[in-house]
């Protein structure tokens, strides 16, 4: 009897200082609200990303309406004032990136992903990564109660370039410009918190036999973009924290007029906001090694080339950040170093898209949603790496910087990583989240509505910002040179795109729901893939692995090996 | 090529501007253009089909990833030849400071630009200078410099028929240098955002023959106009 006092006792004890395993004894609230498991954080993470990217897909309807058709009441809005599209743009950026990108890539992915592909059966600090959701959660809230204070949400764009960002009587936002700096300070501190767990779990609990070269590209591809991460965001975590002191305790950081430099900023922004694009592409990439593997039933070509071209793209971004600033005033000199170190970037990029295609060569290739939209990923990604030379390119970005080109370039990298990247990850592990398999003819119809708009939009754009449209202008009638009719016919193809591209969206989230509830199920593994999540239940129970964790004995991508005679895949945790 | 098909060329180096954007064009357009055949070529080539397995290629073997090695040395030559042509252009419109025959003050503020031409006397500063609000007129063919200054936030001088962009910063004086080439009536825009009327400062540049320009400044001047007023 007091044995198994005991027993329990120690039961309940690790109830409170670790993951559970095999509990079904939780409340709603411990399972949903308040989770230790690293699954339902990730869900968590999921479905406030997605949120938040509703939102900022909303914002970024107002104001392709007020810029294809100024002054008009844009319908579910009204009139867009220049402070409201101002804000409106500022917040596209802010929570595209910020609320959108990170939890969903870095975030959802990460904390779903490294667990159930290593073998082990929770993150190494649970309790840490509760509190990095709850961190984030609260910035969250915080950025969106920027729009019901007096003045409204900040407007001086995603960059917050002091000294806009830091004077009130300039931004005219006294409450919005500190919301806005205290919520992405506070999400920083957040993904600081998951960066550690994430680093922590890869290297100390993977299943015993997992050498380091047996880690599947995409937990390899988490881990370099967290410690990118936290290497890059202590400047600008402090440079935020000066924004803070600036705005509301009348330091002077910033401040030309007492000595500061505005210039400063800029510094501590991008050195950050550099690594901080190869952070959330790293991630989309890995998801895009998986897909494409198993849907071409190939090895992929070259893993340590892959990795080795990520770690060097990781270094190299730390070296660029000034490409953003050439004409910012800094040193004009400056910008011939900049340009090399950018120019340079282009070497391993092109490697990494060249192994991927390399990796079609001589598969058996399926296309299904998720594959079309890896195979999206490579294709809209190299548009967005090719014209990122023509911005390097610092006598080019003379003319280029700051207009519709630069736009476009970035959501031509942007879009591929947060949209296309997480649609590739979602509809690929789906079956292995819910235990359903979804709709591939909707899947299919979503995709080809997404990715055609999505063209439509930011194609024309290019040429907009090659005609010197530039930037965050509510209305450009006020420039007869940028007032030509062809212009606003291709302004007007772009809103109409969004428009359809936005509608898309509805068919996505119809075909989660039905699937959710009345999908067929999926089984262990749909995909006939090799990793380790595929091994354990759809979904996986509290623990992952109840009856043990897994051993495992070969690398993640041994499809169609000449050795292994009973099928094309070879799965990890099978002994030879 | 492609630029001034867009948007006319209108000083002396927006001409090489214009270039580097399409050799640019050029030489990352051919390796696009490679690796989007590949890709394509692959995709359908290789569709699954029943009772095919897939080759094995760990992608270490010399025989394939020679491919991939091989492809650097186009891709860092095309680097080598942007980088020196971007870095020729910038050193000429910015590092450079040719010798000016006249200066213009271009002064931005929360959302109007003040420009400060010289008077009859050709010297900026002095008595007869020209100020005007969102109006920069100059003459063809000469060289100028212009000293760039914010009053409030960061603002941005952006003539997009020279090329020409440079921000302004609270605090500071920057010089730079233009030469027009063509005569009209042209943008200057502000290209950072400087708060709620970002899109409400448009100015105008007019760039007149010299004749021109120097019957606009004799009735421009403040002399001309005192004499004037005084008449």
């Not at chain 2, 080539?45 to 094995?56: E, H, L, V």
Request: charged share 10%; hydrophobic share 50%; with cysteine.
């Amino acid at each position: 009897m007091a044995e198994s006092i005991r027993i329990e006792h120690a039961a309940h004890h690790d109830d409170h200082h670790g993951p559970h395993h095999g509990h079904d004894e939780m409340t709603f609230s411990e399972k949903f609200i308040f989770p230790l498991d690293h699954k339902m954080i990730a869900m968590q993470y999921m479905f406030t990303g997605m949120f938040m990217a509703v939102i900022g897909g909303f914002f970024a309807y107002v104001f392709r309406m007020q810029i294809a058709f100024p002054g008009m009441d844009v319908p579910f809005f009204g009139q867009v004032t220049p402070a409201a599209y101002n804000s409106l743009v500022t917040n596209h950026g802010t929570i595209m990136i910020f609320w959108v990108a990170m939890p969903v890539l870095i975030a959802a992915f990460g904390n779903y992903l490294i667990p159930l592909m290593i073998g082990a059966d929770d993150m190494v600090f649970p309790r840490i990564n509760r509190l990095s959701y709850q961190i984030f959660l609260l910035s969250a809230i915080i950025i969106l109660a920027a729009f019901f204070v007096e003045g409204g949400a900040f407007g001086g764009a995603w960059t917050a370039y002091p000294p806009l960002s830091t004077k009130s009587e300039y931004s005219l936002t006294p409450l919005g410009s500190t919301f806005w700096i205290t919520a992405v300070a506070l999400e920083f501190v957040a993904f600081l918190l998951g960066g550690i767990n994430f680093i922590t779990t890869a290297m100390n609990s993977r299943a015993p036999g997992m050498k380091m070269w047996d880690i599947p590209m995409v937990v390899w591809m988490i881990v370099i973009a967290s410690i990118l991460f936290m290497l890059s965001v202590g400047p600008l975590l402090a440079g935020g924290i000066m924004m803070l002191f600036d705005q509301n305790l009348g330091t002077a950081f910033f401040d030309p007029d007492r000595g500061g430099d505005p210039i400063l900023w800029q510094h501590l922004f991008w050195f950050f906001g550099h690594p901080e694009v190869y952070v959330v592409l790293l991630p989309a990439v890995g998801i895009v090694a998986e897909i494409i593997t198993v849907f071409s039933r190939k090895k992929l070509f070259g893993y340590k080339t892959v990795l080795y071209t990520a770690i060097g793209t990781g270094v190299l971004s730390f070296t660029v950040w000034a490409h953003h600033q050439f004409i910012a005033g800094i040193d004009p000199r400056m910008a011939n170093v900049f340009t090399v170190t950018t120019l340079l970037i282009s070497v391993p990029i092109a490697e990494m898209m060249f192994v991927y295609i390399a990796t079609l060569y001589g598969g058996s290739i399926t296309l299904s949603t998720p594959m079309l939209w890896a195979l999206s990923f490579i294709f809209e990604f190299l548009i967005g790496g090719i014209t990122g030379i023509f911005l390097g390119a610092s006598g080019n970005d003379i003319y280029m910087h700051d207009t519709y080109f630069v736009l476009a370039h970035f959501h031509y990298t942007f879009y591929p990583i947060a949209i296309i990247g997480t649609y590739a990850g979602f509809t690929f592990w789906f079956p292995k989240m819910f235990g359903k398999m979804m709709n591939d003819t909707l899947g299919k119809i979503h995709f080809w509505l997404t990715i055609i708009p999505f063209n439509t939009i930011f194609l024309p754009l290019f040429v907009l910002g090659a005609a010197g449209h530039h930037r965050r202008i509510f209305d450009y009638r006020n420039f007869p040179e940028l007032d030509y009719p062809w212009m606003w016919d291709l302004q007007h193809l772009a809103t109409y795109s969004l428009i359809v591209m936005l509608l898309a969206q509805i068919i996505f989230f119809y075909n989660v729901i039905t699937s959710w509830l009345s999908g067929p199920p999926a089984g262990k593994n749909p995909w006939s893939s090799n990793t380790l999540e595929w091994t354990t239940t759809s979904p996986p129970p509290h623990g992952n692995w109840p009856e043990g964790l897994p051993t495992c004995y070969r690398g993640p991508y041994e499809y169609s090996h000449p050795d292994r005679k009973s099928s094309d895949y070879w799965p990890q945790n099978e002994p030879a | 090529m492609i630029l001034n098909s867009l948007v006319p060329a209108g000083s002396t180096y927006a001409a090489d501007i214009d270039q580097l954007f399409d050799v640019i064009t050029l030489l990352v357009g051919i390796p696009f253009l490679i690796a989007c055949y590949l890709f394509f070529s692959f995709i359908l080539r290789f569709r699954a089909k029943g009772g095919r397995k897939s080759m094995y290629i760990t992608g270490t073997e010399h025989q394939y990833i020679k491919w991939i090695h091989w492809a650097h040395i186009p891709i860092l030559t095309f680097d080598v030849i942007i980088v020196v042509m971007a870095v020729n252009v910038w050193y000429d419109v910015k590092q450079n400071l040719p010798e000016a025959s006249a200066t213009v003050r271009v002064i931005a503020q929360q959302w109007a630009w003040t420009f400060v031409h010289p008077g009859p006397d050709n010297v900026i500063d002095t008595a007869d200078d020209i100020t005007t609000v969102n109006e920069l007129h100059v003459a063809t063919n000469t060289l100028y410099h212009y000293k760039l200054e914010a009053r409030d936030v960061l603002h941005n001088f952006s003539v997009p028929v020279f090329r020409l962009k440079q921000d302004a910063i609270p605090g500071r004086v920057i010089t730079g240098w233009f030469e027009p080439t063509i005569t009209g009536e042209y943008d200057i825009q502000c290209a950072e955002i400087c708060g709620i009327g970002h899109a409400l400062m448009p100015a105008r540049i007019f760039i007149e023959s010299s004749e021109q320009h120097a019957a606009w400044v004799e009735t421009n001047s403040p002399i001309a106009v005192a004499s004037i007023a005084a008449n």
